[in-house]
């Protein structure tokens, strides 16, 4: 079936430190699935941080990227310089025909000032 | 204001209750989705509606049975409940079922079974 791997939690950075969290993916009951970060500050709802849909294709937001990488089956999320209140958990997660969204466990980002 | 509502944030059952999980949404959506995450796992999806009717489920067990009495509703009754259901319920709904279709979260309903 469908699954999604990411990085494992906690990751602690310093505040104006770059970040690398990893995500692969595997897809077999679609070819080209939709993929997506989502995060989840403290307290609140689980919110999409970004989305790519095309092979490809880098997805931006919040000074994060991610570039959908066919080819490795991966979709790392990145970030130049991390602030504090970047801290919170982010979820790689898939897309496929039915909307069914299949995400990865999650990871914790602690951002120390 | 959140968009999708969800009560109560937090409940606690006895095992072998009944509890109904509410969730509205009020972004004009006609998808509605049900997940799950219990303790050390994913998010987990459980149904999916369009239109109030049922598209996708993928939880085995009859004891989960999502009610839709309005298009903007999509509650979720567990019968005889559980300590193994133990967990986070989201809701989530999109504009239509879909692939492209952004799908949003509510904040969830927490649910203990002691």
């Known amino acids: 079936g469908d699954s999604v791997t990411q990085t494992e939690g906690p990751v602690t950075v310093s505040e104006s430190e770059s970040l690398i969290i990893n995500c692969t993916y595997s897809a077999t009951s679609i070819a080209y699935p939709n993929l997506f970060w989502y995060v989840r500050y403290p307290g609140e709802g689980l919110q999409l941080l970004l989305k790519?849909?095309?092979?490809?294709q880098k997805g931006s937001s919040r000074g994060f990227e991610a570039t959908y990488n066919k080819e490795t089956t991966s979709f790392h999320l990145q970030k130049a310089s991390v602030q504090e209140s970047d801290s919170a958990v982010y979820y790689c997660?898939?897309?496929?025909?039915?909307?069914?969204?299949?995400f990865g466990d999650g990871t914790q980002l602690v951002v120390k000032p | 204001d959140p968009k999708i509502i969800q009560k109560p944030k937090y409940l606690v059952a006895v095992t072998g209750s009944e509890k109904i999980l509410i969730c509205e949404q009020y972004?004009?959506?006609?998808?509605m989705y049900w997940y799950r995450q219990s303790a050390k796992k994913p998010l987990e999806f459980m149904f999916s509606y369009s239109y109030q009717k049922l598209m996708d489920n993928q939880t085995a067990s009859s004891r989960f049975q999502p009610q839709s009495s309005k298009k903007n509703h999509l509650d979720l009754q567990i019968t005889a409940l559980k300590p193994d259901d133990s967990a986070t319920y989201f809701c989530?709904?999109?504009?239509?079922?879909?692939?492209?279709?952004?799908?949003?979260f509510g904040k969830g309903t927490r649910l203990t079974v002691v």
């Open positions: 989530a709904s999109s504009i239509s079922k879909g692939v492209r279709a952004e799908v949003f």
């Open positions: 790519v849909i095309t092979a490809g």
């Open positions: 997660a898939l897309g496929e025909g039915n909307n069914r969204i299949f």
């Open positions: 972004l004009g959506h006609n998808a």
